[in-house]
C-alpha cells in the first residue's frame, strides 16, 4: 500500500522560510517521478514545483527563484524549501508521485493528504 505523508506545515510571517517535508513508502522511490501542488481556497490546485526520476525539475512562475525542490533516495523523502514567502503563499500543500512526470500537471496517481501553510501580513 502507497502512503504519502507530508509534514512541516505551519504559520510564518511573510518574508520567512518554511521547509516542507513528504516521505513515501510503498512504491519504488527512485523510479517515480514527484511533486508538490497547493490549494487555496476557493481556487484550483496547481502545481509549483516537480522533479523527475532524473533530477530534471519543474517550477510554477510564483514561486520560481524563490522555491526549492529536493529529494533524498536514501531516505524515500521529498523537500520544499520555501524562501521570501508571500502572503499569497498561503495554501494546503500537497506531495504525489507518478510513475510519469506529469511537469506539473494534476495527473499524478498517488497523494497526501497535505499540510497547511498560513503566511501572515
Known amino acids: 500500500q502507497v502512503q504519502v505523508v507530508e509534514s512541516g506545515g505551519g504559520l510564518v510571517q511573510a518574508g520567512g522560510s518554511l521547509r516542507l517535508s513528504c516521505t513515501v513508502s510503498g512504491l519504488r522511490f527512485d523510479v517515480y517521478a514527484m511533486g508538490w501542488f497547493r490549494q487555496a481556497p476557493g481556487k484550483e490546485r496547481e502545481g509549483i514545483a516537480t522533479?523527475?526520476?532524473?533530477?530534471?525539475?519543474g517550477y510554477a512562475d510564483s514561486v520560481k527563484g524563490r522555491f526549492i525542490i529536493s529529494r533524498d533516495f536514501a531516505k524515500n523523502s521529498l523537500f520544499l524549501q520555501m524562501n521570501s514567502l508571500k502572503v499569497e503563499d498561503t495554501a494546503m500543500y500537497f506531495c504525489?508521485?507518478?510513475?510519469?512526470?506529469?511537469?506539473?500537471?494534476?495527473?499524478?496517481?498517488?497523494w497526501g493528504q497535505g499540510t497547511q501553510v498560513t503566511v501572515s501580513s
Open positions: 522533479l523527475d526520476r532524473a533530477g530534471t525539475g
Open positions: 504525489a508521485a507518478d510513475p510519469h512526470w506529469w511537469y506539473l500537471g494534476p495527473q499524478y496517481k498517488h
